[in-house]
Nanobody, 127 residues
């Protein structure tokens, strides 16, 4: 199973982007339908950090304090796609963003609860 994140790019402060995460490979549709999902990000010189997560059924969205009220995580189980709508972007949001599929039905803030990772998409917010 492979996850493919897309939608990153260069945007000015205050702008918006929507990231998408799709899967490919055997059992990929079932993975993105039945597992918790999350978004993480990693800025240069920093550790990977939690951004947002969601349960298998789209419930219990959870956000890092730094993105709360600006980012929205959602999923379309029929399309086996995960989204991250990012509004009011700030320069400190600049990072490579990764989507990940949890080992469990619920999402999590913990990296080690995720078994499958996408390759990342770069988001750059200019000041």
């Amino acid at each position: 199973v492979q996850l493919q994140a897309s939608g990153g790019g260069l945007v000015q402060t205050g702008g918006s982007l929507r990231l998408s995460c799709a899967s490919s490979g055997r059992a990929s549709g079932r993975l993105l339908s039945n597992n918790g999902m999350g978004w993480f990000r990693q800025a240069p010189g920093r550790e990977r950090e939690f951004v947002a997560s969601i349960n298998w059924n789209g419930g219990s969205p959870n956000y890092a304090d730094s993105v709360k009220d600006r980012f929205t995580i959602s999923r379309d189980r029929a399309k086996s796609t995960l989204y991250l709508q990012m509004n009011s972007l700030k320069p400190e949001d600049t990072a490579v963003y990764y989507c990940a599929a949890s080992r469990f039905a619920s999402g999590s803030t913990e990296v080690d609860r995720y078994a499958h990772w996408g390759q990342g998409t770069l988001v750059t917010v200019s000041s």
